[in-house]
């Protein structure tokens, strides 16, 4: 058995320093070299500045759901922005430190000056190497990586390759000054620190992997999923941390004969969604949570005229402009109850950078099929955390055109809205002969014209509601871990937390408690009855998740007939793994 | 309000560490900060025999854990060496490009093994034993390690090659009896400790110094001044121990073999005092300066500083001489004590 490998690497420093290139390049040599890995960056909101940014990967031979709360080593490529990450370092941990900057540190400027003494601080002269290796100090990154290799048993020899792969569209001088700097710090490195700490990859069992792996994130697996499912037209305005989608589908989707349009603001871009919808187009927006909000009332009329429309919403920290470059689950609340009127919508939150993959898939499919919004809720973890996965399976032909067309037998005298067995009524597309309707946002008749009568109002919403808890049928079901009976305490989350919590779970399975886990993705329609068949199972019932008031404890209370525990945050960060496993230990006591 | 002090205090040995806690107890509100260039917390040296060999692990080679400090709000910095001073801006340059003021300043840098001038040209074919680092390296060389040669002038390597012939390794002593440190022998107590080392099965070469040393391979050869050659796959060097100033060279304070101290253990720079392995301190008495390394001068010595740091007038005093037994030969010395392992 190999032995267990699990580190988390932070690369701290300002914006074009290339904090998160070497994050990124870092994460997919180990990714190559047969390791999971899970990353993600944070950044500064403001576009322009050097402001901090962090890059930050958790590499491990075994299976991992959470980016890892503190650090094992930090680097600092930029001593102010990195004292205030030295919080997130492990107590043992690793500093990596420029120990020779252009000019000296005053005491409280420099990171060496607030190290606490557990931790192993290695200097490095990063300017003076980038310098000698390349005429410039802009490499220092590279050093850092070189300086990485050398003290924790990477293979140089490939890891330097694979810097010439990432640079291969560069010149000559970009690819030399990249290679000669990671040749630097290895080699110093390598001559100049005798090494303390055991931390190491190097372990017998693991081989590079010969499996081509995936290094996507989450909003790239929105992307690749929507071209997939074949989608005509992408409609948005860019809005961090759903931008990416947008960036991607504006190259890739010209080319495939569909369209990208960033319009003057989110309610243009769903009312265009929802205008393709209406022409029997598969489209798409995508934005966060102030777009979000716009975007309600036409939500509402997707729902009501019963046009598909699939809106993905990448959470941030809010409300209003909020926190654009921090992680929440706040919208939790707009997303599942933020329409006017009984609005009956979909709303699917993936827990992985896969189920962001499958579940844009599924929406696509679910708008078409059940003629409705369906909201994918994202958030800025998920969308920026970088996964290696196996290439992700394409859609299933049935996923692909979901549309119930009206037969010939419907077309003789065509009801639009026909109150059916299912809820759901045969869709014409416009131009279809025979297939003539009037759509309204007003309540209507099953023809479409608009009706106030009570009558109406009852069937109609009734048929909205049914046809939404059909869905139900075709989302996967919860998944579960952990103990199966005489549970003592029940972790229940949803979206990015879930991985956290399964984690939290497992060492509170090793620590002896009979923990189980358990995470839906579909939160609209719920699935209500594993959510109490599980809650039952429960002593006790933990929710938590990164909002502050407990927005899906509080949606799922009424079917679960016992106090919830709830763990609540909004440190705009992915909640850690550990803080749930303290949470478990406190109240299984 | 007036500006909190700054006390800083180089060096984590048992000076410094003495030196801050008197600090802290008679100062509640000044900021402390030790300094250490060594990356591992404050630990007996003369423990680092037992601790290489596996009788005792790393904790007990502590004599403080870092919870310590933080109780004591003392900050303690690791693995930071400082590389300059300036007295009169009372600022210290770190090696990694800081600067760090002061308002009071202990130097308590100790001391690093001497190296006989007669051999200096062969330094880098010397491992030394002196400090964590240093036992953490050879503690991994020892399991390949068959038959070292121990060039010996003191009692830390007489300590050490012992180590070596427990383990069971073919040990070859050069004995410097005319060197030896830190205390005279005379060709009667060289013998007879020579006999009681052979007696455990220790080669020892007495009165027959080295003269050249050479490489064959990966193993040392060496040839001595009555032309007899011999092998051994490792080599090392305790002759003693001298004050660590290099460093302080050029500042302005005042050094000639250590750090120059008036009997208050303070420099020629009124907020500048000394302690421990690292000061040369003047004697009323004798009208001259003395140095004295050893571990309970070094508490004595930080004690004694930090009192008059903070404004008293104590006079240290050179301890007493004590008799103490080395291979059976008793020996007097007024500096090092025989530590219980
Ligand atoms: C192997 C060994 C065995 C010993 N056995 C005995 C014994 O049996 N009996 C006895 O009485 N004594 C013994 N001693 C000696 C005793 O340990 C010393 O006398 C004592 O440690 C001196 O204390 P100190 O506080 O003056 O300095 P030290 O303990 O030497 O501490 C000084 C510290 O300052 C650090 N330093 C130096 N320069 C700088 C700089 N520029 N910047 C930052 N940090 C710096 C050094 O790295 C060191 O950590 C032994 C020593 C050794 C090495």
């Known amino acids: 058995m190999a032995r267990k490998i699990d580190l988390v690497i932070e690369i701290c420093g300002s914006a074009g320093e290339g904090t998160i290139s070497a994050g990124e390049i870092l994460s997919r040599f180990m990714s190559s070299q047969g390791f999971e890995i899970m990353s993600f960056d944070t950044y500064p909101s403001e576009i322009r500045g050097f402001g901090k940014c962090v890059a930050h990967s958790r590499i491990s031979n075994q299976k991992i759901f959470s980016p890892g709360k503190n650090a094992d080593v930090l680097v600092a490529l930029n001593d102010v922005h990195s004292i205030s990450q030295l919080p997130f370092l492990k107590e043992t941990g690793i500093l990596i430190f420029d120990n020779k900057p252009l000019r000296y540190h005053e005491e409280d400027k420099s990171i060496a000056g607030w190290v606490e003494p557990g931790i192993i601080s290695y200097g490095i002269p990063l300017h003076e190497l980038a310098q000698r290796a390349a005429g410039s100090s802009r490499g220092r990154n590279m050093v850092a990586l070189g300086a990485i290799a050398s003290l924790f048993g990477i293979n140089a020899k490939a890891f330097e390759e694979s810097i010439i792969k990432r640079y291969s569209k560069k010149s000559r001088i ?36 010969r499996k081509k792996r995936e290094i996507i994130n989450g909003n790239e697996a929105v992307a690749r999923a929507a071209i997939d499912s074949g989608i005509h037209l992408f409609a948005g305005y860019p809005i961090t941390p759903a931008t990416k989608i947008m960036e991607i589908l504006s190259k890739e989707l010209p080319g495939r004969g569909g369209v990208v349009i960033q319009t003057e603001d989110e309610i243009s871009a769903i009312g265009n969604v929802i205008g393709a919808g209406f022409a029997g187009k598969r489209a798409m927006t995508a934005t966060s949570g102030p777009g979000f909000s716009l975007m309600t009332e036409l939500g509402n009329l997707a729902i009501m005229a019963e046009v598909p429309a699939v809106i993905v919403n990448s959470q941030r920290g809010g409300p209003s402009t909020g926190l ?8 939790l609340n707009i997303a599942v109850k933020g329409g006017s009127g009984d609005s009956y919508r979909i709303v699917l939150a993936p827990t992985t950078v896969e189920e962001c993959y499958e579940c844009t898939c599924l929406a696509l499919y679910l708008a078409e099929k059940y003629q409705t919004l369906v909201v994918l809720l994202l958030d800025f973890f998920l969308s920026n955390s970088i996964r290696n996965i196996d290439s992700p399976k394409k859609p299933a032909i049935k996923l692909l055109d979901a549309n119930k067309a009206p037969g010939n037998r419907d077309l003789k005298s065509y009801k639009r809205y026909k109150i059916t067995g299912t809820g759901i009524s045969p869709r014409a597309i416009p131009g279809t002969p025979g297939g003539m309707f009037v759509s309204t946002g007003l309540e209507h008749s099953e023809e479409g014209l608009p009706r106030y009568d009570s009558e109406t109002h009852e069937k109609m919403t009734e048929k909205r509601y049914m046809k939404i808890q059909k869905a139900l049928k075709e989302i996967p079901k919860p998944k579960r871990s952990g103990c199966k009976k005489n549970i003592k305490v029940g972790v229940l989350a949803w979206g990015s937390t879930a991985g956290s919590a399964r984690e939290a779970v497992a060492e509170a399975e090793k620590c002896g408690i009979r923990a189980a886990f358990m995470s839906p993705l579909s939160l609209s329609p719920l699935p209500v009855d594993e959510i109490t068949e599980f809650a039952n199972e429960c002593e006790i019932l933990l929710v938590p998740e990164l909002n502050s008031s407990g927005q899906f404890a509080d949606l799922i209370a009424p079917y679960v007939y016992k106090k919830i525990e709830k763990l609540n945050m909004v440190t705009g960060l992915p909640m850690p793994s550990e803080d749930i496993l303290s949470k478990i230990k406190e109240i299984a006591e | 309000m007036p500006k909190k002090d700054h006390y800083v205090i180089i060096g984590n040995g048992p000076a410094g560490n003495k030196a801050a806690d008197v600090l802290r107890e008679n100062d509640r509100n000044a900021r402390i900060t030790i300094l250490s260039d060594e990356h591992f917390s404050f630990y007996y040296r003369h423990k680092l025999c037992d601790f290489m060999s596996g009788v005792i692990d790393e904790d007990t080679l502590k004599v403080k854990f870092y919870k310590e400090y933080k109780e004591k709000n003392i900050r303690l910095r690791l693995g930071q060496r400082v590389e300059k001073i300036d007295p009169d801006s009372k600022t210290l340059f770190l090696k990694h490009m800081e ?30 034993m002196s400090n964590y680092n240093d036992a953490a390296n050879v503690k991994s060389m020892l399991e390949n390690i068959k038959n070292p040669i121990v060039i010996g002038g003191d009692l830390i390597g007489i300590n050490f090659i012992k180590m070596l012939s427990r383990l069971k390794k073919k040990a070859t002593f050069f004995m410097y009896y005319k060197s030896f440190w830190p205390f005279d022998l005379d060709i009667k107590k060289a013998d007879a400790i020579r006999l009681s080392l052979e007696k455990n099965n220790i080669k020892t070469i007495s009165g027959d110094p080295v003269k050249t040393i050479s490489r064959r391979d990966a193993d040392y050869i060496i040839e001595t001044e009555s032309g007899r050659e011999i092998e051994g796959d490792a080599l090392f060097s305790f002759m003693g121990r001298i004050p660590n100033i290099q460093f302080i060279k050029g500042s302005g304070i005042d050094t000639e073999r250590g750090i120059l101290v008036n009997e208050y253990l303070q420099a020629n720079y009124k907020d500048i005092y000394a302690c421990g392995d690292c000061a040369q301190i003047y004697n009323l008495e004798l009208k001259d300066y003395w140095i004295s390394i050893g571990w309970e001068n070094s508490i004595l010595q930080g004690e004694v500083a930090a009192y008059n740091l903070l404004g008293e007038h104590r006079i240290i005093k050179p301890m007493s001489k004590k008799i103490f037994n080395v291979e059976g030969i008793k020996v007097k010395t007024s500096w090092w004590n025989q530590l219980k392992t």
Do not use: C, H, M
């Open chain 2, 99 to 128: 600067k760090l003021r002061y308002t009071k300043l202990i130097l308590a840098v100790g001391s690093a093994p001497r190296v006989l001038p007669s051999l200096l040209r062969y330094k880098d074919y010397f491992t030394f």
């Open chain 1, 324 to 331: 654009p470059t921090k992680t929440e689950q706040s919208d």
């Open chain 1, 174 to 209: 970009v690819i030399d000054s990249n290679v000669n700097s990671f040749i630097e710090g290895y080699k110093w490195a390598k001559e100049n620190i005798t090494k303390i700490n055991g931390i190491s990859f190097e372990s017998p069992g693991i081989k590079p992997s």
